[in-house]
């Protein structure tokens, strides 16, 4: 299956956005939407920083286990993520760059190495509900942010 990628632009710098997103207790602010019920474990921010959830997508849902298996401060983070019994594992991509007028460009690249049957064969379906919910992602990721740096500066 081809990869889903969604961006946005923001006012914060790549440092404040890695770090943003570094810490994974982060990601339920502006994920909650479709990933409930976070379970935590490991370290609180970098590689082996876990999570388990709960998606909701396309009228099902299923438990996803997420790991943070690279990190390039304060560029780049890849998750990897198992569910559906194991029989899907995907990778999600965070890669953050400056914008040349300042700020920085947010995207979420969703690449899966292995799918269900059911996924493949709905490929179409599945890739344009994945796009839709993390559109709506960044929108929650860009607004978080805001709130974070305005409560950092306090």
């Known amino acids: 299956m081809k990869p889903v990628t969604v961006s946005t632009d923001v ?4 440092e404040q956005v890695y770090g943003f997103l570094d810490v994974m207790a982060h990601h339920e602010r502006f994920t ?4 409930t019920d976070w379970r935590y474990s490991g370290p609180d921010r970098g590689i082996g920083s876990r999570a388990t959830v709960t998606a909701a997508l396309g009228g099902s849902k299923t438990d996803v286990a997420i790991e943070v298996v690279e990190a390039d401060a304060p560029r780049r983070i890849v998750e990897r993520n198992v569910s559906a019994a194991g029989r899907r594992l ?3 991509t965070y890669t953050v760059e400056p914008l040349r007028t300042g700020g920085s460009r947010v995207s ?9 049957l059911a996924d493949r064969l709905l490929a179409p ?4 509900v994945m796009r839709r919910a993390n559109r709506t992602v960044m ?8 709130r974070h740096a305005s409560t950092a500066g306090s």
């Not at 006012?11 to 790549?14: E, F, K, V």
């Not at 379906?125 to 344009?128: D, H, P, Q, S, Y």
């Open 108 to 116: 979420f690249a969703y690449a899966w190495e292995r799918a269900p």
């Open 125 to 128: 379906v599945v890739r344009a």
């Open 32 to 35: 909650d939407h479709y990933l």
């Open 90 to 92: 995907a990778h999600g």
């Open 11 to 14: 006012p914060q710098t790549p």
């Open 139 to 146: 929108r929650r990721l860009a607004a978080e942010l805001a």
